[in-house]
């Protein structure tokens, strides 16, 4: 056994840091808890808890099933808790223009072949790749931490998530 | 305009001559000792421990420069301008400044690049490995002795798309000699389920990140894991201290997947300090495009680096076309 104990956060169980101000505005470090934003969020809410002007990264509570999704560029998926199936079609037709940019919902199962699907635990990291349509399944509540581009669905609540003072 | 040139003097201007080769390049002069890397330029002198010199300067050339500005001290450093190099003495000082010690030459990043990765070679002594943790090498000190070309030598990860996928960078395996590190015996290795249907093995893909992670053999060496366009997730592994101050020249961001990193936050130019920013395991923070900071990781930790390679970004901070911190609330 190692004597080195390596700690991980989940939904049940996270310890925040924070910002301890010299001279600044803790505002400036935008710092939040990914498992306490996914501890109140509602299942498959896109909340932005990282921007870089287009970019985003999303923390998502995975539960139950999820809408299908869509994308006209790569996302990648982190799995940060739980465990969480990815289930993958090929669409018929094109559901997202290129020009659009950020995931977008699509209303009920796509039509198209069947890719194939993942299942992810803490620690593992899934493709979603540019042009497929593509499902969350988690029979329990889990976390996953979204790298995609700021779409409609994208929820920024800062002031809700972050440290203010 | 700039020259570089390697040379090879017999007779050093410090110190006795143990074996170690002189570098200049411009009118910086650097030499080591069995102590110190000593920097000669023409406002003066400087000096740096050769431990926190050599790791400062790995990173330096492994990052290619990095994004900005990187701090050896408070004193020495570069900035990155994509295609040339600024080496400095006290451009972020303010002391040094205001009494006219500051001095900056631009060099081609080609000429600047050869010169660090000659002198990262020369002066590495075998036993002693820039990237490793203190606490998992051997000591830099002394007369030359020997070489550690394969630790110096190697080459930053950087996934196309992403780690594991046919054609993009492999897997850390026991086979490959990527073994498990010390801190993360206890981090599960298993591997996701994967059922591609037949013609989709390219696309529908998955791996251990975490896992992947713990077999990482260097520290504070972010790497190119998964890309979506500009924005590049870059994991690495901390343990003890980073050794130079990033300035970035854009807004990074971390995302502390386990254990805990307190960040010394400074202003970018000044180096006055502005705040202690202390990450547990899913804690995220931006760090203002305006401030440097140097991380101390306790136990080895893992940090996703979160970076947006849009190069058209420090000149629109630069002109202020873009606030240094990127939300507004
Ligand atoms: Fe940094």
Redesign the interface.
């Known amino acids: 056994?190692?004597e080195?104990?390596?700690?991980?956060?989940s939904l049940n169980h996270?310890?925040?840091?924070?910002?301890?101000?010299?001279?600044?505005n803790?505002?400036?470090?935008?710092?939040?808890?990914?498992?306490?934003v996914a501890s109140k969020s509602k299942p498959y809410e896109k909340i932005c808890?990282?921007?870089?002007?287009k970019?985003v990264?999303e923390?998502v509570r995975a539960e139950g099933n999820s809408p299908w999704f869509s994308a006209s560029?790569?996302?990648?998926a982190?799995c940060?808790d739980g465990e969480v199936e990815?289930h993958?079609v090929?669409p018929e037709q094109q559901l997202v223009p290129d020009t659009k940019e950020g995931s977008v919902k699509i209303n009920g199962e796509p039509k198209g072949?069947?890719?194939?699907?993942?299942?992810?635990?803490?620690?593992?990291?899934?493709?979603l790749?540019k042009g497929?349509a593509y499902q969350f399944r988690s029979p329990k509540p889990g976390v996953l931490?979204i790298?995609?581009?700021q779409g409609d669905h994208t929820v920024?609540c800062?002031?809700d998530i972050?440290q203010?003072a | 305009m700039s020259t570089a040139s390697i040379s090879n003097l017999e007779a050093p201007a410090l110190g006795r001559d143990l074996g170690y080769k002189a570098f200049t390049i411009g009118k910086f002069r650097f030499e080591r000792d069995e102590y110190f890397a000593h920097i000669l330029y023409p406002m003066g002198r400087h000096l740096m421990p050769i431990d926190a010199f050599l790791r400062a300067l790995m990173r330096d050339v492994a990052w290619g420069f990095f994004y900005g500005t990187v701090n050896f001290d408070p004193v020495l450093g570069t900035v990155n301008h994509y295609g040339t190099v600024d080496l400095f003495m006290g451009l972020c000082n303010p002391a040094y400044r205001q009494a006219n010690r500051a001095y900056i030459e631009n060099f081609p990043t080609k000429d600047i690049k050869a010169v660090f990765e000659g002198m990262l070679d020369d002066w590495t002594n075998e036993g002693f490995d820039p990237f490793a943790a203190p606490d998992e090498t051997g000591k830099p000190y002394g007369p030359k002795r020997g070489n550690n070309r394969k630790a110096v030598q190697r080459q930053r990860v950087v996934a196309k798309?992403?780690?594991g996928?046919p054609g993009d960078t492999g897997y850390r395996t026991d086979a490959n000699g990527y073994t498990v590190n010390?801190?993360?015996?206890?981090?599960?290795q298993?591997?996701?389920?994967?059922?591609?249907?037949p013609g989709?093995e390219s696309?529908?893909?998955?791996?251990?990140?975490?896992?992947y992670l713990s077999r990482s053999d260097v520290t504070w060496n972010p790497s190119v894991?998964?890309?979506?366009?500009?924005?590049l997730?870059c994991p690495t592994t901390e343990e003890n201290i980073l050794p130079i101050f990033h300035g970035n020249d854009?807004?990074e961001?971390f995302?502390?997947?386990?254990?805990?990193i307190i960040w010394e936050?400074e202003d970018g130019s000044t180096g006055?300090?502005?705040?202690?920013?202390?990450?547990?395991?899913?804690?995220?923070?931006?760090?203002?495009a305006d401030i440097r900071h140097k991380g101390y990781s306790p136990?080895?930790s893992m940090l996703?680096v979160?970076?947006?390679n849009?190069n058209s970004?420090p000149e629109k901070y630069q002109r202020g076309e873009?606030k240094?911190?990127?939300?507004?609330?």
């Open positions: 056994m190692s080195y104990r390596t700690v991980f956060g996270y310890e925040k840091g924070g910002v301890e101000v010299i001279e600044d803790p505002k400036h470090y935008v710092f939040s808890n990914l498992f306490e808890v990282g921007k870089n002007l970019y990264i923390a560029h790569d996302e990648a982190l940060m990815v993958f090929k072949q069947k890719m194939g699907w993942v299942r992810v635990r803490r620690g593992h990291m899934a493709l790749p497929s931490l790298q995609t581009i920024e800062w002031a972050c203010t | 798309r992403m780690v996928l010390r801190h993360f015996l206890d981090v599960p298993d591997q996701p389920e994967v059922h591609a249907e989709f696309e529908v893909h998955a791996f251990n990140l975490f896992g894991c998964s890309v979506v366009k500009d924005s997730m854009r807004v961001w995302i502390q997947a386990c254990d805990e936050i006055k300090p502005r705040a202690k920013v202390i990450m547990k395991a899913g804690d995220v923070a931006a760090m203002p136990k080895r996703l979160w970076e947006n849009d970004l873009l240094p911190y990127p939300a507004e609330f």
